[in-house]
């Protein structure tokens, strides 16, 4: 007899996420299927589920989870890195499969770019076979050419889902695009997960300095219990951002501003705000913008006159991810990660979806046992 599934399902933009059940397949050969042990409620999937970004419906929501083998397809033996795999061990996998075979992938190199990137708990229809293709339910069915780690020894799924996707998006943003340099004064505007990954990632890349910019109150005061940054902003204390501006730039040296700021808003206005904050010759990392939230006018003459270096970073790769979980060990040394963690059941989704979208809690998480 087959297992049956709970899956917190978006059947129409706006309206409640429905709790539904499937069947949970057999794998096919190079699929395994994984018990979720915790699914992650992002940011992203509050715009989703307002619609601000493409996809298909109906959809089991959930793109970050951790959990344990369930049935292992045939011939899957192994993780991505030759860790042997079985029935019951712990893993995490990267989000999507990209085709491999466009020209982003094999030229460019760029996998994140890929337009055939199937995507766990975004794009895969929930009314097609497999059905189980998000984190937010008992069981997902983790198709052939998923990158999946076995975690290693001591890492715990606390600490995997503590970041969520910000942890893997912060990897490639951060350490690989913007590249924190010793010694940087670092900016980080926005102080939900993704800002606390890069306030956290910059800290330990050797960041002499890290300004956290944000809010509310609450969200601040768990980053600052947590140590991951120097000096804290609040955003809704300083509401002028001409102010807001001059107060950061203020606990930069001589007033210069940041070596590099950190845009993990995913509001627009930020952006116009965090090249005030860079200095002349800086670097300005637009990673937030995640979905589209509009225009906002950009004065480009700030860009010519400072000399600045205006990055982009979309999403994470395979390769982020293995670099995400292999850092956790040390990550967790110098900051307590599941403290970032609010559990609920899952047929709580929509409330820790409200809670999230208020910024109620850092990190929504929903728990299944
Ligand atoms: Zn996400
Ligand atoms: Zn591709």
Redesign the pocket.
């Known amino acids: 007899m087959s297992d049956a599934s709970r899956a917190v399902v978006l059947r129409e933009f706006h309206s409640p996420l429905v709790l539904e059940r499937a069947e949970v397949p057999e794998p096919e050969p190079g699929a395994v299927v994984a018990r979720v042990s915790y699914g992650g409620v992002c940011g992203t999937d509050i715009h989703l589920h307002h619609g601000h970004l493409p996809m298909p419906t109906p959809v089991v929501l959930g793109h970050e989870a951790v959990g344990r083998v369930w049935r292992l397809g045939e011939g899957v033996g192994a993780d991505l890195l030759g860790a042997p795999l079985r029935e019951g061990d712990w893993i995490a996998w990267a989000s999507s499969i990209?085709?491999?075979?466009?020209y982003?992938?094999l030229v460019e190199g760029e996998?994140t770019l890929?337009?055939?990137?199937r995507v766990y708990g975004i794009n895969q229809r929930f009314d097609d076979w497999p059905h189980l293709s998000g984190g937010w339910a008992d069981f997902i069915y983790l198709q052939p050419g998923t990158a999946i780690v076995r975690l290693p020894e001591g890492v715990t799924p606390e600490q995997v889902i503590s970041l969520g996707c910000a942890g893997p998006t912060v990897v490639h943003g951060v350490l690989h695009i913007a590249e924190v340099r010793f010694g940087d004064v670092v900016i980080v505007q926005g102080s939900g997960p993704v800002g606390m990954a890069a306030a956290m990632y910059s800290r330990l890349s050797g960041a002499s300095k890290v300004i956290l910019v944000g809010g509310p109150q609450n969200r601040l005061e768990l980053a600052s219990e947590l140590g991951v940054a120097d000096v804290y902003v609040d955003i809704f204390e300083t509401t002028d951002p001409e102010e807001r501006v001059q107060r950061v730039l203020g606990e930069t040296e001589r007033g210069r501003g940041a070596d590099l700021v950190i845009e993990c808003t995913g509001a627009p206005d930020s952006v116009v705000e965090g090249m005030e904050m860079t200095r002349r010759n800086g670097r300005y990392l637009v990673l937030g913008q995640y979905t589209d939230r509009g225009a906002v006018p950009i004065n480009p003459h700030v860009i010519t006159r400072k000399q600045l270096t205006v990055l982009g970073s979309w999403a994470f790769a395979e390769a982020h991810h293995v670099e995400y979980i292999q850092s956790l060990p040390h990550l967790s040394r110098w900051f307590d990660l599941p403290r970032l963690l609010t559990p609920y059941p899952l047929e709580d989704a929509n409330r820790a979806l409200a809670d999230v979208e208020a910024g109620r809690v850092m990190k929504a998480v929903l728990a299944t046992g």
Do not use: I, N, T
Not at 98 to 102: I, S
């Open positions: 990209p085709c491999g075979r466009c982003w992938c996998r890929c337009e055939q990137r």
